[in-house]
């Protein structure tokens, strides 16, 4: 009896420890296009910031990265003058072209929000405007990335009600975000139909 109250107990412990590390643990995703992270229980807001990345015209083009907007600098360590020999960083425009989808925030800033889900792990599905079985939708938007005959960067998921940052309308052409469509390629003609946006979606799931 003992060795069975105690086998008992045991198994209550390690439930337990699972259940408190999955609560202590999650992941983090980048919610591109928007300011604030989505409205879900276990989902919450590390930061708001602005995409960026390199300038669409420099080969050693970096790809789209959040800055949060409040930056800090270790004062004793940089230098306050521009310099040769560093890598650049750009703040990211819509180039989405009046009359097209996202049309209205052409030339727009990019903004977006760190997003971390406690006790989950999430993953960005191109090409679906749902989540698979077992898998709650974060978020859904359409996937962006530069131009084909620019420098490549990632794909990123930009929420379908894209906002802008600051109201800036500046033309600055610095990191640029370009609508994906897919071409006949090795695809054939179906399921991916030529010309038409590809969508995406950002997906949870508990451990």
Request: include cysteine; glycine fraction near 8%.
């Amino acid at each position: 009896m003992k060795v069975a109250a105690l086998e008992n107990q045991l198994q209550l412990t390690q439930k337990t420890l699972r259940s408190v590390s999955r609560e202590q643990s999650g992941s983090t995703y980048i919610r591109w296009g928007k300011k604030t992270c989505p409205n879900i229980t276990t989902t919450s807001q590390v930061y708001s910031g602005q995409a960026a990345g390199g300038h669409y015209q420099h080969t050693g083009s970096a790809e789209y990265i959040c800055l949060p907007i409040d930056p800090e600098y270790d004062t004793p360590a940089v230098e306050d003058k521009e310099q040769q020999g560093r890598s650049l960083i750009c703040g990211a425009e819509y180039e989405t072209n009046s009359g097209t989808l996202f049309g209205h925030l052409h030339d727009r800033d990019v903004p977006c929000s760190l997003c971390y889900t406690r006790g989950k792990t999430t993953v960005m599905l191109p090409a679906r405007t749902s989540c698979y079985s077992g898998w709650t939708l974060e978020y859904r938007g359409f996937l962006m990335s530069s131009e084909a005959n620019q420098p490549g960067k990632n794909y990123v998921c930009v929420d379908n009600d894209p906002e802008e940052m600051n109201e800036s309308h500046a033309n600055k052409n610095g990191a640029l975000l370009y609508l994906v469509e897919a071409r006949e390629g090795s695809f054939g003609k179906n399921p991916y139909k030529p010309g038409w946006e590809l969508s995406c979606a950002v997906c949870s799931t508990t451990f």
